[in-house]
């Protein structure tokens, strides 16, 4: 054949024709499907070897283990570790999207730290007041707090007070009977998946205006009308004969709404369903007395020691109450809001400052909180970033030490506050959590729990170097609970005077969320707040649709809630399940500010 | 100045006036088309439609103008293959109209699906068992032999019939014309139906469920009769309308009439078969699914009013007018009972698109309502824009209306005033 | 090796949901989106607009507070064995009913956006993509490389993971096992429920729980008269709960509730 252009032209038709009858050109053409897939812009996924790694969570006092399924040294999913003798295989949705904490577009990356150091180390100077509010306190990191103020003139550790007293845990495996007023046992209280294995063994009475969803799934919900539960309290205290004098089951029924007879049915079940326990959302002490009259103490509510620590930190500051600090004494405010905790609202701090020229540090990742007080902004590492132990929850009756695991490497403008703060007060700096590790294995006692395989290994069978090692990899150390600790003394009934009904402030706030109100959240909680309205978002507030006409707003109106302390604003949702008398808010700083659970409220449209 | 493209022996307004007759129709296309690339380049999430609603609007209108425009097809079934030769007098107009509704369906379509650029994908994979495979076939063919019927009356306009090929291409074209009507009223039954079994299929929607024959649920059968009966009238209507604002006579009234009797015929067919397939969903294919049929028409606004404004009020009313010869010579009742089965029809395909997703199927669903954003109105203003421009033009330089002519000499020849709508003849010539 | 002796052995994966264990905390909603990269809300979504794959519904019994009690439903892809609708109305095949595992897998890649199957999908499983996914600067670098993102336009729904099970599969074949048997995995969902109200497994496989509980008496499935023969099995001892598996009737509690109101479209 010589090679003519028309050759070549019938060599190339022919060949093309020919192609037509195998597969190419026609698996071609489907395959641009995968191309076409997706448009530039869209992420594609990075690939590498995964790996397994472990943590505990850090989002709150639970502490659950967690695995980690790394690409690379990246967390792409956090999943629960199944039959683990804390966490018992449970996890929240904070903690399964614990892992996009570092990229929040509301994370804050810089701050003045020379300015608030040097702020810090003038009024040390001078001796003035500091004190030192840690939000969560237990850690090692307290410690080194109290330790600080220790070592300086005029300094002061500050934790919020803990409604059952320090040291005081709730052994739910004792109870038969728990009466709960609105505390969210179901919704993330204590650790979660200690409560789910106990749920069987006792029988819950959910007292609530609203149906919660602890209510929803209590053995029994009583509902009573919304800021009565101290009426309730102080009605089953007479018949359980303590409490005030002056008061009955009779006056308890018209209070709350509900009949005589429903009084005395709870006290005598509390009395003969025993042993029971009593448990408050807001702390109330009205409440909480009556576990002295259900004897309580030294059954379900037992002294939990705290993990071993060294002898040498025992001379540190003492832990004061905010109300026990004089007004106006305090120039320097060192905030840690670093790890998620409770929210005391502003009002109350703001008394103890210096009407002028106080200083404010807040050490936040965020400036939602206290940020929005605060001279300066310090950021903070966010949780897989962090390396810092968790203390234990509500319902942890054993001792128990565990860590996060750095998972991820913060960015470089973050400030350790325990560092920050043992710099200011000229604390010798050292490695607080490894001492901390030392004084445990020291003490011999315990068993160290490795999330891999759950392998239970006694302390002293394990050397300090790989007690250390396993413990910063997300491993657990567990004690046995102490038989022979004293029985908790248990706080006395204080009941305020009831607050005069405000006439023009219609509505009872109800708080919802508390769990993930102060703790950082990720993105994808849009799941279940605006995408499917399964929990209440935190800049939202719920009413009934009478309750919401009266006030003359609609669902998805922008809002302002008024109480007697301030204003915040809202968005109105409308729920038919919330009773008419009710707003219920998403607990957030903002709102906490201005609202404890039973404040008196009302909503009026912008 | 374009006087060399209008047909002789007819007028048509000056130049300047008909530019100005256009100008708001562009406008509102221009309008139009923004809203269209708006949904476009930022995405569906433009339209208020959401994951319940997941048809709205668009769909709605696509069903409508595509039964709307079901004249094209049938006048030509009528004319070319049951020799109806009275319909020799609206057949251009006919496949104008049909063009432009289908052509505007296609183009909103192009906008409603995620991704436009995958619409080969139909072609390429296609799901025997869906109906929607057929009815995207079945329209894309069909729009080809609307868009070659539509070529010879292009071709015969006067300036272009002045080159030989067109003329020939044209007169050849013309031979195949009993083929394109066949192969147009096969492709429209099956498009017309599917489009009916779109909604008929949904096993998991019983308010649109229906049994059927074979395959082929009663849906698919009620939306040709219905497609064929309002075909007809929607022809008539927009004869008439063309001649009101052009004010000229383009066709005899007797056309209107007999177009207005086919109607009649077709839509009380359509009304007796429809109310017996209801009996048979309310009692028996509903219950069976576990829901009752009284509360479908529970949830407010779609109380049972809808159910007997679509049969009795839009349906049967209109159906005795249109087949009561002396109410059918009055062309205000002829008009209005057109308009009555067309907005029936209409109220028709709302209900399947619509009411079909309003109502709830899971018992903790919320009953929701759905408006259309502007960006969804506009889009098919465009094509309500684009429908009267392409219908202008081919009027003002194409011969829609053969009897034009003559009714114009006869007009001059008499010295009367043109028959105005809602009068008799007294001659009784028509 | 699979031959006629030694024939594939197909799986038909279910699932049972304890609707008295589910607590309603939504663990499984954002499991499901960390797994399958689900992005997080555009500022203008809703609850109508949202892609939640597995959505938990909080269901009243209807009667005026105080008596009001409500019960939460999680409800995903049915996974319907017969006449599944999905798959019968997809004009190009993107959906199809897997005869090996049982799964209703969607293909993203195929898919037009013609939003026919959410239409015939009378358990609102399927959620449209109305904007390209967005995450926050840096969170796509936590994105799950199993899973591929979709863009804007196309449908999704559960899939019960698909990609797990495509990992378990070569495991198995890693491990050397044949390829005739099905295999064990599990979905993200079930994975991260905390109550273990959510429980998966091979309806073929009698000893799972899945098939144990379609046999309990206080099972039921959604709509189950409509036919499609869904595998996910509810379970409840309270009468009223079991009632939800039925069609609707109006006036038994449930709200007519308007379309958002522009603002709250605007404020999302």
Known sequence: MTTTRRNLFKFAGGSFVGALFTPVPWRLITDTALWSENWPGIPVPARGEVRTRFTNCSLCTA??????????????????????????????????????????????????????????????????????????????????????????????????????GAGTAVNLANAKTVLSFGAPLLEGWG????????????????????????????????????????????????????????????????????????????????????????????????VLALNTLVGASGLTLVTRREAPVPEAWKKAAP???????????????????????????????????????????????????????????????????????????????????????????APAGVVDAAAFIAAAAGLVPGDALGERIGAIHKSGRGVLVASSDLKQTPVKDVSADDFRKALIAGGCWLDAADEKAPAPRLPL?????????????????????????????????????????????????????????????????????????????VLVTLDAAIPPGVVEVAARPGILDICAPGTRAKVVRV | MDREFIARGVKRCSTPKFLLWTLPWIGLLAFGLYAAALCLIKGLNQTNMDNRFAFGLWIFLDLTVIALGAGAFFTGFLLYILKLDELR???????????????????????????????????????VHSMLTEVTFCITCYLTVLVVEYLPIVLRNRKLRQVPQFLVFEFELHKLIFVLAGVGTFLSFFHQGSLGGLYGVLRGRPFAFREGLAVWPTTFFLFILSAAAVGPSFILLTTWLAEKISRKRLVKPRVLELLGRISGLLLAVYVIAKSVDTLVWINRTSPETGFQAWQYYSWQPFGTWILLAEIVLFGLAPALILLTARLRARRGWLVSAAAMACLGVALNRFVMTVQTLAVPTLSFDRFLSY???????????????????????????????????????????????????????????? | MISEKNPVKAARYGMTIDLDRCNGCGACMVACAVENNVPPAHAGANDRKGLTWIRVYKVDNGAEYPDRRSVFVPVLCQQCNKDTPCVHVCPQQAVD??????????????????????????????YFNWWDPAWPAGMEKTLNPDVAPRMRGVVEKCNFCHGRWHAARERAAAAGKPNTEPVTYTPACAEACPTGALQFGDLNDPASLPAQAAKNPDAFRMLEKLGTEPKIYYRSKRDWVREIASAPKPGAGSRVASAPTPKEQAHG
């Open chain 2, 89 to 127: 007098a609206v057949i251009n107009s006919a496949v104008v109209i049909g063009l432009v509704c289908y052509s505007g369906a296609m183009g909103v379509l192009a906008v409603d699906v995620g991704q436009p650029l995958r619409f080969w994908f139909t072609f390429w994979y296609p799901n």
């Open chain 1, 319 to 409: 832990v004061t109450e905010l109300a026990e600090i004089p007004e106006h004494s305090v120039r320097v405010l060192l905030i840690d809001e670093s790890a998620p905790g409770e929210y005391i609202p502003w009002s109350e701090i703001e008394k103890t400052l210096v009407p002028d020229n106080p200083v404010v540090v807040a050490f936040a990742w965020e400036r939602a909180g206290y940020g929005r007080h605060a001279n300066y902004v310090l950021p903070t590492a966010v949780y897989p970033e962090t390396t810092e132990d968790i203390p234990p929850a509500i319902d942890s009756v054993a001792p128990v030490f565990r860590m996060t695991a750095p998972l991820v490497t």
């Open chain 1, 493 to 569: 009934a204080d009941p305020k005077p009831h607050p005069a009904e405000a006439a023009d402030l219609p509505l009872v706030a109800v708080l919802t969320e508390a769990r993930g109100s102060v703790a950082p959240v990720s993105p994808l909680m849009s799941k279940l707040y605006e995408e499917s309205k399964l929990r209440l978002a935190p800049n939202r507030a719920a009413l009934n649709p009478i309750a919401a006409e009266a006030c003359g707003v609609e669902d998805g109106d922008r809002a302002t809630l008024e109480t007697p302390y301030g204003r915040c604003d």
């Open chain 3, 97 to 126: 009913l897997d005869p090996a595992t049982g799964i209703v897998g969607q293909m993203p890649e195929r898919c037009l956006g013609c939003r026919y199957c959410m239409a015939a999908c009378p358990y609102h499983a399927r």
């Open chain 1, 191 to 286: 650790t979660p998946g200690n409560v789910i294995a106990l749920r069987d063994g006792f029988r819950l009475i959910q007292v609530e205006a609203v149906e919660s969803r602890t209510a929803s799934l209590a053995d029994q919900w009583i509902s009573i009308n919304p800021g009565t539960e101290t009426a309730l309290a102080l009605g089953i205290a007479s018949v359980l004969g303590g409490g005030s004098p002056d008061y009955s089951p009779a006056k308890a029924a018209a209070a709350t709404g509900l009949s005589e007879q429903q009084v005395r049915l709870l006290a005598r079940e509390l009395k003969e369903n025993g042993p029971a326990v009593v448990l408050d959302a807001s702390g109330s002490s009205a």
């Open chain 1, 63 to 164: 502490g659950c283990a967690v695995r980690v399924r790394s690409i690379g040294d990246q967390p792409v999913a956090l999943a629960p570790v199944a039959n683990h003798p804390v966490s018992h295989g449970a996890m929240c949705p904070f903690g399964l999207t614990g892992h996009h904490l570092p990229y929040h577009p509301a994370r804050v990356k810089q701050g003045p730290v020379e300015q608030a150091q040097a702020a810090v180390a003038d009024a040390v100077a001078k001796g003035e007041r500091v004190a030192v509010l840690d939000l969560r306190p237990g850690r090692t990191a307290s410690w080194t707090y109290r330790r600080a103020m220790a070592a300086i003139r005029n300094g002061v550790y500050v934790a919020p007070a803990q409604a059952l």
């Open chain 2, 371 to 430: 408006t259309p954003s502007w960006q969804e109105s506009g889009t098919f203003l465009a094509v309500v824009a684009y429908g009267v421009l392409v219908y202008s033009f081919s009027f003002r330089y194409l011969q829609l209306f053969p009897e034009e002519r003559e009714l114009r000499f006869e007009a001059e020849q008499t010295e009367e005033l043109p028959v105005m709508a809602g009068e008799i003849d007294p001659a009784g010539r028509y």
